[in-house]
């Protein structure tokens, strides 16, 4: 039991680390569009995303997937650009068929499953029996979202009732902050990557 709380708080203290923002940015954009009353859908979409980077962060730690660590970390800032780039283009919508936004999440969740393995795979050592300290693991990272998620639901409930913001306004606001960070965040990746 020790070392499933080891790892459940790993993985949450992982996802909320703000020097690695990249991963709360991500589930920032994926969150823009929704307010509070929309919990329900935002916990099926982190979910989704969860289930993503779980198959990855899997195969990654058995050695069956390997991935570039400098690929992985230029598309980790694509994938954000990508899902904050397609909330602006909506006007700040959710999209019309739902099933679409999953599908991106558990995509967009694979390939940042692989940003996460390195670190996993390092805690791991060359520990026999990988199952339960991988799935302590990721369920601290779906709680560690979770939290991010409902700080930006709060967050975004408040702005738009005690300002004069409207929710299009606001999530475009977001959204579009988070595409430009992200934007910087993927060129300086592409040109480390390019050097190498």
């Known amino acids: 039991m020790q070392e499933f709380s080891l790892y459940f708080e790993e993985g949450w203290q992982h996802i909320a680390d703000l020097g690695g923002y990249d991963h709360i940015l991500f589930i920032m954009a994926l969150c823009a569009v929704y307010l509070m009353k929309d919990w329900k859908k935002v ?3 982190v979910t989704a995303f969860t289930l993503g980077h779980s198959i990855t962060l899997a195969l990654s730690v058995l050695g069956i997937v390997r991935v570039s660590t400098d690929l992985i ?3 980790i800032p694509v994938t954000i650009v990508l899902t904050a780039l397609g909330n602006v283009i909506r006007g700040g919508k959710e999209p019309a068929r739902a099933n679409w936004n999953y599908f991106f999440a558990i995509f967009f969740g694979l390939i940042h499953g692989l940003g996460f393995s390195n670190y996993l795979r390092s805690m791991l050592g060359s520990q026999a029996d990988i199952l339960q300290p991988l ?3 990721n369920l ?3 709680f560690g979202q979770l939290i991010i998620v409902t700080i930006v ?5 408040l702005i738009i009732r005690f300002s004069r913001a409207s929710r299009r306004d606001w999530t475009l606001f977001l959204s579009a902050a ?5 934007f910087v965040m993927s060129i300086e990746r592409f040109a480390l990557l390019l050097e190498k």
């Open 178 to 182: 988070i595409f430009g960070v992200a």
């Open 43 to 45: 916990l099926i979409l």
């Open 140 to 142: 601290g990272l779906e």
């Open 73 to 75: 970390e230029f598309l």
């Open 153 to 157: 639901l709060l967050l975004s409930q």
């Open 135 to 137: 799935l302590a693991f």
